[in-house]
């Protein structure tokens, strides 16, 4: 992933500004090869940015789309230079959601002898669809998702698989799937109940697929900031991925970690697992250089901590 997913920032001048360097840095003119839909880089260290790269189509999810975002982030959660995701979209919207057009077919008429089989085909895609969000709650490290404009269907789908999200004033969040005769069915309706925290407001948004703008976005805990503009956010979005990428990867990506579980079982089982992970994880010479840091009453960005 290192010839991938890095894009070295050489002979540029230093500028005032780290984080609107690095969002100037992040601008790309296509799709990141072997990915056709993804456009991957480093605009800073420890930080790998993931932008949906299909403008001309608003983004939309085609085929190649659902495999990529599996093959992308597997190579990130295997990369150790890497330590936190900003994720955006290209062009004028975030997403337009799924591209019907192009997987249509595959989805709703599949090659097959006879119902039990169609039935079995269409499960093996829908599993496969799921995973391509799943992946991003699966990485280890902190992915925070930067939406503009309209996140429409399989894009509030992925969002809600990622840690922090942030988005413009112009932004508006869409469950769509009931518009075009289908049930959410890519992590929607199983994630964003926990992330807003309220059943009846999930219900109306799902049932009834009207637009929740930012502004209530923002009342609900969908999203945690907005910002004026896409370059306002893009910085913001690069200074938070700055302060996680100066701490320990330890204590980074073991959060993260134990933040998922606890999501989904008891606080007692939760605090059992904290305790089993810390069993280890505690031996870690991170520790006792963040301490010695702050002692020293110096910054987490002043202690090298070695690559995870």
Known sequence: ??????????????????????????????PTPPFTTLSISQPASHVTHVELHRPD?????NKAFWSEMIDCFNQITEDPECRVV??????????????????AGALLDPVADDAARKAWTTHHIILKFQESFSVIEKCPKPVIAAVHGGCIGGGVDMV????????TQDAWFQVKEVDIGLAADVGTLQRLPTVIGSRSLVNELALTARKM?????MCCGLVSRVLPDKETMLTAAMEIAGEIAARSPVAVQGTKINLVYSRDHSVSESLDYMATWNMSMLQTQDLAKSAQAAIEKKSPKDVLFSKL
């Open 213 to 217: 703008y930012s502004d209530e976005a």
């Open 57 to 61: 189509k608003r983004n939309a999810m």
């Open 160 to 167: 809600t698989a990622c840690d922090i999200r942030l988005c």
């Open 86 to 103: 900003v994720l955006s979209g290209a062009g004028k919207i975030f997403t337009s959601g799924i591209d019907l057009m192009d997987v």
């Open 1 to 30: 992933m290192s010839s991938i997913i890095r894009s070295a920032l050489s002979g540029s001048r230093r500028l005032y500004h780290p984080a609107l360097t690095a969002v100037r840095a992040m601008s790309a003119s296509g």
